[in-house]
């Protein structure tokens, strides 16, 4: 079964620095891959997806990610952090298998510091 | 253009009492719908999905329960709360196989 795992739970950086957060999925290759972002006190809204027709995916709010099949890895990044983009940040492969739905990472915290 | 509503937006309740959450879609037809919960400090955790109506599927035993009396709506319930019952409950729809989750504004929960 499809599983993920978002190293870090928490990430701090500077405003400016470049934004990694990574995203590790499980040996089968899912079809999708998602990132979603939570701001305090609200749903998550969608911030990229990945469908394989390209493995480098720009999402909204300056962000990326690439997807690397060697690595099994899905990292997003943000070459210059804003302190609007303190949020949690989820990581979500699409199990195709019989199950299909998507499975979800613990998260990370993003922190910005000015 | 789809939104989805989800009520009320916060919530307090004692211990044994019942609970009512609810979620309507619009703009669309037949969507997947799913009700989440995210405790503090975990990620999330899907509680209920639906791919139509009179087709609810659990995926963790416990004492919420949730209907669809309509193709957009979806009620998540409780006839008595536990503590742990506490949380963010997500109400999110989908379409299709595979597609973008879409999330309403969640409902905080505290049981006291």
């Known amino acids: 079964a499809q599983s993920v795992t978002q190293l870090g739970s928490h990430v701090s950086v500077s405003e400016g620095a470049l934004v990694l957060l990574r995203c590790n999925y499980s040996s089968s290759v899912p079809p999708y891959l998602f990132w979603y972002v939570q701001y305090p006190n609200q749903g998550l809204q969608l911030l990229l997806k990945?469908?394989?027709?390209a493995t480098l995916v720009k999402g909204i709010n300056g962000f990326e990610a690439e997807f690397k099949k060697s690595e099994t890895s899905f990292h997003l990044t943000k070459p210059s952090a804003h302190m609007s983009d303190a949020a949690e940040y989820f990581c979500?492969?699409?199990?195709?298998?019989?199950?299909?739905?998507?499975?979800w990472g613990l998260g990370t915290s993003l922190a910005v510091n000015p | 253009s789809q939104t989805i509503h989800q009520w009320p937006a916060t919530l307090v309740q004692p211990v044994g009492s019942p609970l009512s959450l609810e979620c309507t879609v619009e703009g669309t037809s037949n969507p997947n719908l799913y009700w989440y919960r995210q405790a503090a400090g975990r990620g999330l955790q899907l509680l209920f999905y639906s791919i139509g109506i009179d087709q609810i599927s659990s995926e963790v035993p416990q004492n919420l329960s949730a209907s669809r009396p309509q193709d957009r709506q979806f009620i998540l319930s409780s006839k008595k709360l536990l503590l742990s019952d506490s949380g963010f409950y997500l109400c999110a729809w989908s379409v299709g196989d595979g597609n973008t989750i879409y999330f309403g504004e969640g409902s905080w929960l505290t049981v006291v």
């Open positions: 990945y469908t394989s027709a």
């Open positions: 979500a492969p699409y199990n195709a298998g019989n199950n299909r739905k998507l499975i």
